[in-house]
């Protein structure tokens, strides 16, 4: 899956990191995933814990959208086969499948041909009754992807308020809040569309500690945000908002839409939503990499955020502390950790979080002699705006070039140059970051 392994192996503990990395975004792929947690077995379907009786049912749909889920109705095709009626999912990366429609959109702003492939889905879900059993596919970038702008919300309107808030580095919750108060299935209101049906959220969640009213604006999740919020969010970042969202907010009155349907809501009678994957799966099988290859596994923590290059030296520096003290563990050592960090972005240069965090751990190996390793990827293989999934470096990378080129944030361009940087291309999952440091003996 790593385009450009041979390139990066440069030594065996390299070729170790490239493993890990690799097995961790193989063990969050939709397909293996599904086939692990959900089954089917006469006409009895379990997914996660939970078992359905497809007999009580006419038809099954699957409905949903986001990166990977392309991949997960192929995978859930897989188990299913022809007990599937349809269905359609909007996602960035298109894969063959029988019976569920795939469209195509774009990410991370949304389009035209977002909206036109998301009205297929929400034709389907307003014909699906109590009859129907549905699928719903909730997955990582579905925000974009899934794209229903309430009325009189144009798509220009939602682009420059989602421009605004990610430039402005608001975290996803409140980015999500905007949205889910800009359309008419986030937050919740999908289920809305959805009921009397049973639906059965299958999630794979990229945001750290799954909260499923952020991940993707929760379609199939209740929703405690409120419009007051949305105009506080829009307020605290000082985003002068296009007037059709400002008409929409209520902004400076009180707004008189219905809200999000929130936990007390009847519409989540019949639905339950499971989280199938995360970061943690993908930690999980890169730590399993490490132990087998001798390197005593370590999870700093699976809920890193924050500036990314804060976070390179910090753990940079926690790899040297094993070097050098044996604290708080002895080499051969692997340092694992996932969540999102992010960038706010002071220079002019290209470059995703994952690269800032891997040439700052980079700059701060001093003296470790290439004992040190560290790798760092966007498991969905795409970093930021960058088209690498990530970094691999050692000591060497460091340097006062680096410096430069980490202080104008542009860490892709100096990574490229390099031969730094990791290629997957799209890998058809996102359970978000994934960091791999080896210390060496
Ligand atoms: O789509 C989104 O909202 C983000 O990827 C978080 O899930």
């Known amino acids: ?41 006469g006409d009895t379907l379990s997914i996660a814990d939970e078992r359905y009786d497809l007999d009580s049912f006419e038809r099954v749909l699957v409905l949903g ?25 909007v996602t960035a990366t298109p894969v063959e499948t029988n019976r569920v429609t795939v469209h195509e959109g774009t990410h991370p702003l949304p389009s035209e041909a977002n909206v036109r492939a998301t009205s297929d889905v929400l034709d389907r ?27 009189g919300v144009t798509i220009e309107d939602l682009c420059a308020v989602t421009d605004g808030l990610l430039d402005a580095g608001a975290t996803i919750a409140e980015l999500n809040a905007v949205r889910k108060h800009l359309s008419r299935l986030k937050g919740g209101q999908l ?21 499923l009213a952020v991940v993707a604006s929760g379609p199939t999740a209740p929703d405690s945000s409120t419009y007051a919020e949305a105009v506080a969010v829009l307020d605290r970042y000082d985003i002068d908002p296009p007037a059709a969202v400002c008409e929409r907010l209520g902004a400076g009155t009180a707004g008189d839409r219905p809200e999000t349907p929130d936990p007390d809501s009847a519409v989540f009678d019949g639905v339950d939503n499971h989280v199938l994957a995360d970061g943690q799966t993908a930690v999980d099988a890169a730590a399993a990499v490490c132990a087998d290859a001798g390197y005593e596994p370590v999870v700093l923590s699976t809920r890193v955020e924050g500036e990314a290059r804060e976070a390179g ?22 340092l694992l950790s996932g969540g999102e960090t992010t960038v706010t972005v002071t220079g002019d240069g290209d ?30 293989g795409v970093d930021g705006a960058s088209e690498a999934a990530g970094a691999l470096v050692e000591e060497t990378v460091g340097g006062q070039a680096a410096r430069e080129a980490l202080a104008d944030n542009d860490s892709e361009t100096f990574l490229r140059g390099q031969d730094r940087l990791i290629e997957t291309g799209p890998t058809g999952t996102n359970v978000n970051d994934l960091r791999v440091l080896l210390v060496g003996e």
């Open 313 to 334: 030296r910090r753990q940079a520096a926690i790899a040297r502390e094993c070097l050098v003290t044996d604290d708080p563990v002895a080499p051969p050592v692997g």
């Open 65 to 89: 959208g986001g990166k990977p889920a392309g991949a997960v109705a192929a995978a859930l095709e897989a188990v299913l086969g022809e007990r599937i009626d349809g269905g359609a999912v």
């Open 125 to 151: 879900a307003r014909r699906a009754d109590e009859d129907t059993l549905v699928l719903a596919v909730i997955t990582g970038g579905a925000s974009a992807l899934l794209s229903a702008p309430a009325e």
């Open 351 to 380: 470059g995703g979080p994952n690269q800032e965090f891997a040439l700052a751990a980079g700059c701060n190996l001093d003296e470790t002699a290439g004992r040190v390793v560290v790798g760092s990827v966007d498991t969905d």
């Open 1 to 41: 899956m790593i385009r450009n392994r041979d390139a990066l192996a440069r030594t065996p503990t390299h070729g170790v990191a490239l493993d890990a990395i690799e097995a961790g975004i193989e063990a969050a792929h939709p397909e293996t995933v599904v086939t692990e947690t959900v089954s089917l077995s």
């Open 191 to 211: 289920a809305r569309e959805l009921a009397p049906a049973m639906t059965v959220g299958v999630v794979f969640s990229d945001v750290v500690g799954n909260p």
